[in-house]
């Protein structure tokens, strides 16, 4: 079974500063990844997915994340934090494993509050 | 607009009452599902639906019952909804072309309280 670790169930920095999200997963196979974003009284909006293609994946409004397999991670990361960006962030894995489980299930982390403070 | 659209956004109900959640979605998307959202636990899935008539379940499926009868729409139905089944419900729709990679597309979500 798939599963996915967020480190950090709330994260604070300051206007401008790096903001750094970690996700940790645990597959069998190749794992595809996806970071998502709900802003307060909104469904999720998908930020950036990772499909086998670059490691580095450039997603919206300047978040990118790194694959790492040797890490088994996926960490979230945007060089200057805007105050928009405040909002629940959730890591989560596609759940490719066949023979009868859920198809298309993502499986999500726990997700990580950022707060930006001016 | 392409979009995920649920009602009620908000719902309170008592213990036994049957209650019957809407999803819709209009980008004619082969797969649906619905997912619940607890703190600290993230989104499961309840039950989710390839296709017309196709309906499986996903993790937490238990209290809950779905039907996939047009392609548009995906109900969420509690018979007799129970305090712990307080939660924000989500739907999400994917076009299923490229499987596992796909996109999924949230509604805004439903808040429901059980007393």
């Known amino acids: 079974a798939q599963s996915v670790t967020q480190l950090g169930s709330h994260v604070s920095v300051s206007e401008g500063a790096l903001v750094l999200l970690r996700c940790n997963y645990s597959?069998?196979?190749?794992?595809?990844l996806f970071w998502y974003v709900q802003y307060p009284n909104q469904g999720l909006q998908l930020l950036l997915k990772?499909?086998?293609?670059?490691?580095l994946v450039k997603g919206i409004n300047g978040f990118e994340a790194e694959f790492k397999k040797s890490e088994t991670s996926f960490h979230l990361t945007k060089p200057s934090a805007h105050m928009s960006d405040a909002a629940e962030y959730f890591c989560a894995v596609s759940d490719r494993n066949a023979g009868g489980t859920s198809y298309g299930k993502l499986t999500f982390g726990q997700g990580t509050i950022l707060t930006v403070h001016p | 607009e392409a979009q995920v659209t649920q009602n009620p956004r908000y719902l309170i109900t008592v213990t036994g009452k049957k209650l019957t959640v809407t999803c819709s979605q209009n980008?004619?998307?082969?797969?649906m599902s619905w997912y619940r959202q607890d703190p600290g636990l993230g989104l499961r899935q309840i039950y989710y639906s390839m296709n017309v008539e196709v309906t499986d379940k996903g993790d937490v499926p238990e209290g809950y019952k779905v039907s996939r009868k047009e392609k548009r729409n995906f109900p969420l139905i509690l018979e007799s909804p129970s305090p712990n089944q307080t939660s924000l419900y989500f739907c999400?729709?994917?076009?299923?072309?490229?499987?596992?990679?796909?996109?999924?597309?949230f509604g805004p979500g439903t808040r429901l309280t059980v007393l």
């Open positions: 597959s069998s196979v190749p794992p595809y």
């Open positions: 990772y499909t086998s293609a670059a490691t």
């Open positions: 999400a729709s994917s076009p299923w072309t490229s499987g596992y990679t796909d996109t999924q597309y």
């Open positions: 980008m004619n998307h082969e797969y």
